[in-house]
């Protein structure tokens, strides 16, 4: 059974100073956090009674704030039973990475068209003391410096239907155990430099560069997905091993340069 949302401490602005809309927002973004940050796992039941009890509110908003999450994805409502933390199936999780790969690309393009010093030195923080030699041993440390990057780099575009669009897609893409285990089991040494270079991109305003080095970054995960999607529809259509699909990164790491 999962994390309940009754256990996990919310903290709320005063009620008396906010409208129903603004406290449906609030429910929304609290509740998306705790499933970004893997407190609340697929397949938990998030309660209505308890969530209003523990947040001083009343049912109504924390209602709309759950359908709205059902409308992105996140959250699946069953007829009589409740919410629950949805878990996006293998063909969503490729289909998710598709549109990330293009979205993400997009992002990169337009922070590059409007850089400037305060955004690249938020970029540089997230992976700042990260050596290659160590990130091995700091696979969770550089995941969520990765969500952070990810974040930033949507909220650099200044496009707020991309921010929003860009954060479900994540939310989505990280309660999913296919891709929680590729990025798992990968090497994260390519991905660190790809990082680098998106942000060297950026840093000096070549906005094509930014979006060929960034859709190139997504595209690895892409194809990897594409390769467990096909995997798990036909076990007999493709024998690689775990070692054969992490070498995939390493095969790819040439298109990033090539491309740019």
């Not at 991309?162 to 090497?187: E, G, K, P």
Request: aromatic letters at 4%; proline letters at 3%.
């Amino acid at each position: 059974m999962g994390r309940k949302i009754w256990n996990v401490k919310f903290q709320m602005p005063q009620m008396t100073k906010l409208n129903l809309q603004s406290i449906t927002d609030q429910v929304r973004d609290l509740l998306q956090m705790e499933i970004e940050q893997g407190k609340l796992t697929p397949g938990t039941r998030i309660r209505e009674e308890h969530l209003a009890k523990e947040l001083g509110i009343s049912k109504s908003p924390i209602r709309v704030a759950l359908h709205q999450l059902k409308q992105d994805g996140i959250v699946r409502i069953e007829p009589r039973r409740g919410a629950y933390v949805a878990m996006p199936n293998a063909q969503q999780i490729l289909e998710l990475t598709e549109m990330r790969e293009v979205l993400e690309g997009l992002a990169a393009r337009r922070a590059a068209e409007r850089t400037n010093k305060a955004m690249i030195a938020q970029f540089e923080q997230c992976f700042a003391g990260f050596k290659e030699k160590e990130l091995s041993f700091r696979r969770m440390e550089y995941s969520m410096a990765d969500l952070r990057f990810q974040r930033l780099l949507a909220e650099a575009s200044g496009s707020a239907e991309l921010i929003r669009t860009l954060q479900v897609i994540n939310i989505r893409l990280h309660m999913s155990r296919l891709y929680a285990d590729l990025m798992a089991n990968h090497d994260l040494i390519p991905v660190h430099q790809q990082h680098l270079e998106i942000i060297a991109a950026i840093k000096a305003g070549d906005a094509d560069k930014a979006e060929a080095v960034t859709a190139a970054h997504v595209g690895v995960i892409r194809r990897l997905v594409n390769i467990r999607v096909k995997q798990q529809k036909d076990p007999s259509s493709d024998q690689r091993s775990s070692a054969a699909v992490r070498g995939e990164l390493f095969m790819l790491r040439g298109e990033t340069n090539a491309k740019t």
